[in-house]
């Protein structure tokens, strides 16, 4: 990027000094930061390494947890050396600008392309709390330098995670064990960065930098600068080629707390003067999937327009405070001016006069005309309304509020996929909304917002209906409850958008399985994932439960990996606590017990006489699971080899009081399992497998079993983020369908699509994931409603900036 132009009024020759102090102080409060982060990510990895999972997780987890003890404090060090060496090149003249039209490639190894792609992660996942201090700053340095940030100047987020991550990598960390553990080192060092980065603000304060002139320069046009700059509305929006070319190098692994953007979690900023590379240069960036291009695309084009509506509003012709850390955030906000106040309370009064005169009559809804011509007069009565509420406003800040509020509906009664007798109750949001973006500003500038939450989510739930399917249906009906109740409601601000979205997620959560066939679907499913958890945790028990006790091999596994099945099948068919399953429970501690030396007539005797008891429950339980004919023969051949070998043998015994608590313990398993059992990916999930185990029949349910296919671990995370209701395209053995997504099981392994004709699709968590990275499931709602609202009302803004003042 070239060089800002050094302004005229800015300050002389010792303003660059400020700005390597500002850079030592930055550096030296991470240095002070970084140890509590390290021991922070240590304790975190040891909660990992205790959690229950399969066998393969735990062991990773513990490994990777004993890795990192040992290299701690070189990684630590390491880090440190290298933020404090990274201070010099900071001192370093801008690069020339490259001759326009030339294309510069750059030939970087795999590591380094790695190393990038994960410091872009990282600064991404943080950059919804990091961003709008660093925005402030970057643009204070500007002030300062005249020139813009270096790519890789010490201030930059990326720059600091680009050195954690090659210093991890330096120490003898491994790569895989960063990539498991990003989350919650994102989440250890993002206060520290938010930290520092007002440390430095107040550093530049106590100098005399100003932020009347850290402001002013936002207004300031660069040499390739264009008048959308110099509205102070940032870089435009780059082409969806470029923009995923650069985005690509920028995927988010978050833990969940996942956020919605349309469908992409995590809506994280990205420095707004990195949203596309220097012109005539190319990223050298591996080529990614389909599913990561599109996930790190909508995020990036989701945080650039956040940043720029929130540069728009910061300008001092408008002043909208309470933004950014630092600069009001937080504070209480001014109420709105005596006039404003009143006309907005006028339209809440209005409202309820509606709906008690729709009382009074009897009637169950007011009656509105759906007809395009109807759509037409509403965009107009937005128009209408907000001109009347700008007159009555006084300041510059309240009048850009209304007009990018009116601006946002009306985008959003425009939009064509949003059934028409839907578009017309959120019309009726328009003021609601309006009352709590002038009481919280941080509206504009948080994607997490309750409003804004319940816009997207409302929108991406009826964009795959037509207006015949939806209207007069429960979704619809549901929709226009939650605005009378939002019109009505006597308190502003967020409160009671967190009220009916809840709610609503309460609702969706009946609705969409309340068909006959659904719900049918729905409990073979929670059967299927509650069979295999339980199986999981009968195997994690009965191996603590035999750790120390002499049992032979044979029979270790064939209680491990046969007989787990058969309790846990056992427990979904007939209770935990049925008859049946307590003499499967039985069985196990008599075969633990027949297995172990018998040194004396007695025990010898009592094995003859309850051997074919032991047996026949055995064979019941193997036919259970469907271990049947030869199969089921050699399995028992093999037990009872081992019982007759054990019957002469010499060795230790296994005390009676040992097998009697063995007993009780499994007897009342289901008191002492915990909850966090997840399941196998290897589990054979078919239709046939399905009506097999648990006896039902599969008819309408389309079972799309896990692969062994690579899947990103962002797309994991992605997966296990969705919400229900949402549209997606289905691409599944050549035919492309159009389904919604009803269902996911407690634990989030299992996941239900819905297609319009009935048919439901079931896949596991790495099998949907798959489809997701690979584009075979296609999000309809790529960007979220209100995102989209936004960047058609900065587009018209740009247009006419003029209108955010005109009454």
Not at 162 to 168: I, N, T
Not at 235 to 255: L, V, Y
Not at 284 to 291: D, T
Not at 595 to 600: D, L, N, Q
Request: hydrophobic share 45%; proline share 5%.
């Amino acid at each position: 990027m070239p060089s800002l132009p050094h302004p005229s009024n800015a300050p002389a020759g010792p303003q660059s000094s400020l700005g390597q102090q500002a850079r030592l102080h930055w550096v030296r409060g991470l240095c002070k930061g970084l140890p509590g982060v390290a021991q922070q990510l240590l304790a975190q990895m040891e909660q990992q390494a205790q959690a229950v999972g399969t066998q393969r997780e735990m062991q990773e987890r513990r490994e990777a947890w004993g890795n990192y003890r040992q290299h701690q404090s070189a990684w630590l060090n390491a880090s440190m050396q290298a933020l404090q060496g990274a201070l010099q090149p900071a001192k370093a003249a801008p690069a020339a600008v490259p001759q326009r039209g030339a294309l510069q490639f750059e030939l970087l190894s795999d590591d380094v392309v790695e190393n990038k792609i994960l410091a872009s992660r990282m600064a991404l996942a943080m950059g919804e709390t990091a961003a709008p201090a660093f925005d402030t700053l970057r643009l204070r340095m500007q002030f300062i330098e005249g020139r813009e940030l270096p790519s890789d100047d010490i201030l930059r987020t990326e720059t600091v995670c680009r050195h954690l991550v090659e210093q991890w990598l330096a120490t003898g960390l491994q790569r895989g064990d960063l990539q498991r553990v990003l989350d919650l080192l994102q989440t250890a060092l993002a206060p520290v960065l938010v930290t520092e980065y007002q440390a430095a603000h107040v550093l530049l304060d106590g100098q005399g930098v100003t932020r009347s002139q850290d402001v002013a320069m936002r207004v300031r046009r660069t040499e390739a600068g264009n008048s959308t700059r110099a509205m102070g509305l940032g870089q435009t929006a780059a082409p969806p080629a470029a923009a995923s070319q650069h985005a690509t190098a920028s995927q988010h692994s978050s833990a969940y707390a996942p956020t919605q953007m349309g469908g992409v979690p995590g809506a994280a900023a990205y420095p707004p003067d990195t949203a596309a590379p220097p012109h005539g240069q190319m990223p050298a960036m591996p080529a990614m999937p389909v599913g990561l291009t599109t996930l790190s695309r909508a995020r990036h084009r989701a945080q650039e327009v956040v940043g720029q509506l929130r540069r728009l509003l910061m300008q001092p012709g408008v002043g909208v405070q309470g933004l950014v850390p630092g600069v009001g955030a937080g504070m209480p906000q001014a109420p709105a001016s005596a006039a404003l106040t009143q006309a907005l309370l006028e339209q809440r009064v209005v409202a309820q006069t509606q709906y008690q005169q729709m009382l009074a009559q009897g009637l169950t809804t007011l009656h509105i005309d759906v007809s395009p011509a109807a759509i037409g007069q509403l965009v107009g009565q937005v128009r209408e309304r907000s001109a009347d509420l700008k007159r009555k406003a006084t300041t510059s800040g309240e009048k850009a509020t209304i007009e990018i509020v009116a601006l946002m509906f009306q985008a959003i009664l425009t939009e064509d996929r949003i059934p028409p007798s839907v578009r017309v109750w959120f019309a009726r949001l328009q003021v609601p909304v309006l009352r709590v973006a002038l009481a919280e500003p941080e509206f504009f500038s948080n994607l997490r917002h309750p409003a804004r939450l319940l816009i997207d989510r409302l929108g991406s739930c009826v964009m795959g209906f037509d207006a015949s399917s939806i209207s007069g249906s429960a979704l619809e009906s549901e929709i226009r409850r939650i605005v009378q109740v939002i019109e009505q409601y006597p308190e502003t601000g967020q409160k009671v958008f967190v009220l009916v979205l809840r709610e609503f997620e309460d609702f969706l959560a009946r609705y969409l399985t309340q068909s006959q066939d659904k719900a049918k679907i729905v409990t073979v499913a929670q059967q299927v994932e509650q069979k295999e958890t339980l199986a999981i945790q009968y195997t994690i028990e009965l191996r603590h439960l035999l750790t120390d006790m002499p049992v032979r091999k044979e029979i270790r596994e064939f209680l491990f990996k046969t007989w787990t099945e058969v309790l846990a099948l056992a427990a979904v068919r007939h209770g935990a606590k049925d008859a049946r399953t307590m003499r499967f429970k039985q069985a196990a501690s008599e075969l633990v017990w027949a297995a172990s030396a018998k040194p004396t007539r007695q025990e010898r005797s009592r094995v003859i006489q309850t051997l074919p008891t032991l047996l026949q429950t055995l064979r019941e339980g193997l036919a259970l699971i469907g271990v049947t004919g030869d199969a089921q023969s050699t399995r028992i051949k093999l037990v009872t080899d081992t019982l007759a070998e054990a019957f002469v043998s010499k060795t230790a015994t296994i005390a009676p009081a040992r097998i009697e608590a063995m007993a009780q313990r499994l007897a009342h398993l289901e008191q002492y399992i915990n909850e966090d059992g997840m399941l196998d990916e290897d589990m054979p999930l078919s239709p046939e497998n399905i009506e097999m185990i648990l006896g039902v029949d599969t008819a309408g349910l389309n079972v799309i079993p896990s692969t062994n296919t690579a899947v990103e671990p962002v797309m994991l995370e992605w997966a296990a983020s969705l919400e229900t209701g949402r549209w997606f395209t289905l691409d599944h053995n050549g035919a492309r369908i159009q389904v919604q997504y009803t269902w996911r099981s407690r634990r989030k392994q299992l996941h239900l699509f819905a297609a319009l004709d009935g048919t439901c699709h079931l896949l596991q968590l790495r099998r949907m994931a798959s489809y997701l990275q690979s584009g075979l499931l296609a999000v309809h709602d790529e960007e979220a409603l209100t995102v989209r609202a936004t960047r058609d009302a900065l587009q018209k803004i740009q247009a006419n900036p003029e209108r955010l003042s005109s009454p």
